[in-house]
């Protein structure tokens, strides 16, 4: 039996950095290089050219993605030097067909990607009757950022076929490992490898994890946390900009500043509305929060304090994880002391009375956003995000996604001293009129 194959998927815009990952990914140990359908989209068949040229002695995978007219999107990539073309298992049985013709002409192989497909096993068998000559069970990046997961039909798809099954979507090593104890033959990772800040590094990585799992036979483990723990892990890695970036730059809660710099929140809002003054409903709200809630306060006014230190501690000792206040604040000095990050539109040093107007846990708008309760809450010194409870897990995802972005380029301007512009190909990319 031969060892699994590790297949970079070269998800870039840059031709240049594309070939410089690509020489980093296969010193880590990677088999096949695959040029991303953001590369041929972004560079056309010169991608799949450059990268031949380049490596000479790597499988070159092109990530077509074809849907319709196979003969001619696979005659173009194996032409431009691709040894294996990605087609799309939607696609008509003669797409497939004329894909496979195509791919026999001119020496290439055909690879049929099973995303959005309703039915993969079924697919799967139809395609490799039909000549394709490898399976790609592929969960796509936008569906990984709603939790799927291509482990949940890969031992199945495997079992249906005889030809080889290749596995992707957000694999990192111990995905990439639990897909060879499932029967992948092919290990595809992207986003893991190169938007690393050490490709080489990680290549490796998912290379010994894969390799002792053939090796060792390893059995089929999924450690799956409870979600609402897994958007929290994720939000304590990320900041407030990757959040606001993950949601096409969304905007933050305006006017309202930490009291404490430096401290980073993240829970689920517990909601509250009150009127200039009246501290009743934000001090109960103490009460109703749990451990590693966030409770925001809209008020109606900024007069008189809704909050100070003494309601400051209850929360210390109620393990909440931050107060946000679009109102004001008083006892700022202790509240600094106690280092607790209360984040406010202004500090006062006056209290109103506790009336007992307003409610607790409804939907409110507070500096000029909406949060509904059990909506998410992410603080820092930047300032403050609200990400819809019903979206929360997608947008912690994708924010890690920029995080890790920005990580591989931050790399590349310390070690290797180059300008944003000149990595992102930033005048490529300007708008034309
Ligand atoms: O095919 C892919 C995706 O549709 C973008 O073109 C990726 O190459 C594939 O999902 C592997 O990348 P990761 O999911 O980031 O590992």
Same mark, same amino acid.
């Given at each position: 039996m031969e060892k699994p194959i590790l297949q970079v998927a070269l =998800? /870039? /815009?840059e031709l240049k950095r594309a070939v410089e990952i690509a020489s980093e990914a296969i010193e880590g140990g990677v088999d096949w290089l695959e040029v991303g359908t953001p590369l041929i989209k972004s560079e056309g068949m010169n991608a799949i050219r450059e990268l031949k040229r380049n490596f000479k002695d790597r499988k070159i995978v092109a990530d077509? $993605? &074809?849907? =319709? &007219?196979g003969a001619v999107e696979v005659e173009m990539a194996a032409k431009s030097g691709a040894d294996i073309v990605i087609i799309l298992g939607l696609s008509d049985d003669s797409t497939v067909a004329e894909a496979i013709r195509a791919a026999k002409k001119y020496g290439a192989e055909i690879m049929a990607d099973l995303i959005n497909v309703p039915d993969p096993v079924k697919r799967a068998k139809e395609l490799e009757e039909l000549g394709v000559n490898y399976i790609n069970v592929h969960v796509g990046i936008d569906q990984q950022m709603k %939790?799927? =997961?291509? /482990? #949940?039909?890969l031992g199945r798809v495997v079992e249906s076929v005889s030809i080889p099954v290749a596995a992707a979507g957000g694999l990192d090593a111990e995905k990439a490992a639990n897909c060879v104890a499932l029967g992948a033959k092919i290990v595809i990772v992207g986003s893991n490898i190169v938007?690393? !800040?050490?490709v080489i590094e990680s290549a490796r990585r998912v290379r010994e994890a894969i390799d002792r799992a053939w090796k060792e036979g390893k059995k089929f483990e999924i450690r799956r946390k409870k979600l609402e723990d897994e958007i929290r892990e994720i939000l304590m890695k990320v900041s407030t900009p990757n959040v606001s970036d993950a949601m096409h730059r969304a905007k933050a809660m305006k006017g309202i500043y930490p009291l404490v710099r430096g401290k980073k929140v993240v829970g689920k809002a517990v909601t509250v509305s009150t009127m200039d003054g009246d501290w009743a409903k934000p001090v109960e709200a103490i009460d109703v929060a749990g451990e590693g809630d966030v409770i925001v306060i809209k008020v109606s %006014?900024? #007069? *008189? *304090?809704?909050? %100070?230190e003494l309601a400051t501690r209850s929360c210390i000792n109620k393990k909440i994880a931050g107060v946000i206040i679009d109102g004001a604040v008083r006892d700022v000095d202790d509240i600094r002391a106690l280092g607790f990050p209360v984040f406010a539109a202004r500090e006062v040093p006056n209290a109103g009375e506790p009336k007992g107007f307003g409610e607790i846990n409804v939907k409110i708008v507070c500096g000029g956003v909406e949060v509904n309760p059990g909506d998410w809450i992410i603080a820092d010194d930047n300032g403050v995000m609200v990400i819809p409870k019903e979206r929360a897990y997608e947008i912690a995802r994708r924010a890690l996604e920029v995080k890790k972005h920005e990580d591989r380029i931050r790399g590349e301007i310390e #070690? $290797? %001293? !180059?300008t944003l512009a000149e990595i992102v190909e930033l005048y490529k990319w300007e708008k034309v009129q």
């Open positions: =998800d /870039l /815009l077509m $993605k &074809t849907i =319709d &007219t %939790g799927m =997961d291509p /482990l #949940e039909v938007k690393s !800040r050490n %006014g900024y #007069e *008189a *304090a809704v909050w %100070g #070690e $290797k %001293g !180059r």
